[in-house]
C-alpha cells in the first residue's frame, strides 16, 4: 500500500530565507506526486504535480520540488519565503495504476517569521 | 467562473443522527471526490464519483455513502454520527482522468457533540 512521509511537522523560517519541506513516499508501482498548500480555514490548493518526464517540477508562487525515484522523495523548495507562505503543504501520491486515489501525508505547517 | 462551492459552511450534530453534505464541482469538471480531514492530519479520501457511480473508495465505513446527480454536483452523507466523525470534509472536482488538477473547495466543517 501506498503511504506519504513529510518528516517535519513543524518548519519556522525567517523572511527571505530559503526553506525545504521534506516528503518520502512509499509504493509498489510508478506513481504521480502533488504539493498542495492549504492556508487556515480554507480548502487546498495545488503548488505543482509530477506526472512524469522532467524530474524537476516548478509550480505557482515560486516553489519547485524534485522527483528522486531512487530515494523515493519529492521535496518542495522556495529560493527565499514570504510571510504570505506561512501556511499548511502537504505532499500526496497517486499510483499510476490506480490514479483516481490519492493519499495525503501529515502536513508541514511553515513559519515565516518576520 | 465559479470554483468548487460546498455547503453549509458550518454544521452541528448530536451522536447517532445523520448528515448530508452538498458539493458543487467547477463548471466542465465531470468527477467529484470526498476526503475527510482531521483537526492537525492530512486529508483521507473517502470516495470518488464519476458518472454518478462510486469509482474508488477508502477505508472507510458503509456508514459514510455518496451520491452523483446528472449535472455532476455531489453529496455525501454520513449515518449514526459518531463523536470522531467531527472534521472538515473537503470535496474536490476534476475531469474524468484524475492526473488532471483537483481543485478543491472550501470544506464543510462538522462538529459532533
Known amino acids: 500500500a501506498q503511504s506519504v512521509t513529510q518528516l517535519d511537522s513543524q518548519v519556522p523560517v525567517f523572511e527571505e530565507a530559503p526553506v525545504e519541506l521534506r516528503c518520502n513516499y512509499s509504493?509498489?508501482?510508478?506513481?504521480?506526486l502533488f504539493w498542495y498548500v492549504q492556508y487556515p480555514n480554507q480548502g487546498l490548493q495545488l503548488l505543482l504535480k509530477?506526472?512524469?518526464?522532467?524530474?524537476l517540477v516548478k509550480g505557482i508562487n515560486g516553489f519547485e520540488a524534485e522527483f528522486n525515484k531512487s530515494q523515493t522523495s519529492f521535496h518542495l523548495r522556495k529560493p527565499s519565503v514570504h510571510i504570505s507562505d506561512t501556511a499548511e503543504y502537504f505532499c500526496a501520491v497517486s499510483e499510476k495504476t490506480s490514479y483516481d486515489k490519492v493519499i495525503f501525508g501529515p502536513g508541514t505547517s511553515l513559519s515565516v517569521i518576520p | 467562473d465559479a470554483g468548487v462551492t460546498q455547503s453549509p459552511t458550518h454544521l452541528i450534530k448530536t451522536r447517532g443522527q445523520q448528515v448530508t453534505l452538498r458539493c458543487s464541482p467547477k463548471?466542465?469538471?465531470?468527477?467529484v471526490s470526498w476526503y475527510q480531514q482531521a483537526l492537525g492530519q492530512g486529508p483521507q479520501f473517502i470516495f470518488q464519483?464519476?458518472?454518478?457511480?462510486?469509482?474508488q473508495r477508502g477505508n472507510f465505513p458503509d456508514r459514510f455513502s455518496g451520491h452523483q446527480f446528472p449535472n455532476y454536483s455531489s453529496e455525501l452523507n454520513v449515518n449514526a454520527l459518531l463523536l470522531g466523525d467531527s472534521a472538515l470534509y473537503l470535496c474536490?472536482?476534476?475531469?474524468?482522468?484524475?492526473?488532471?488538477?483537483?481543485?478543491f473547495g472550501p470544506g464543510t466543517r462538522l462538529t459532533v457533540l
Open positions: 463548471s466542465g469538471h465531470d468527477t
Open positions: 474536490a472536482s476534476s475531469l474524468k482522468r484524475f492526473t488532471d488538477t483537483q481543485y
Open positions: 509504493s509498489s508501482v510508478s506513481v504521480y
Open positions: 464519483y464519476y458518472e454518478e457511480e462510486e469509482r
Open positions: 509530477y506526472l512524469s518526464g522532467s524530474t
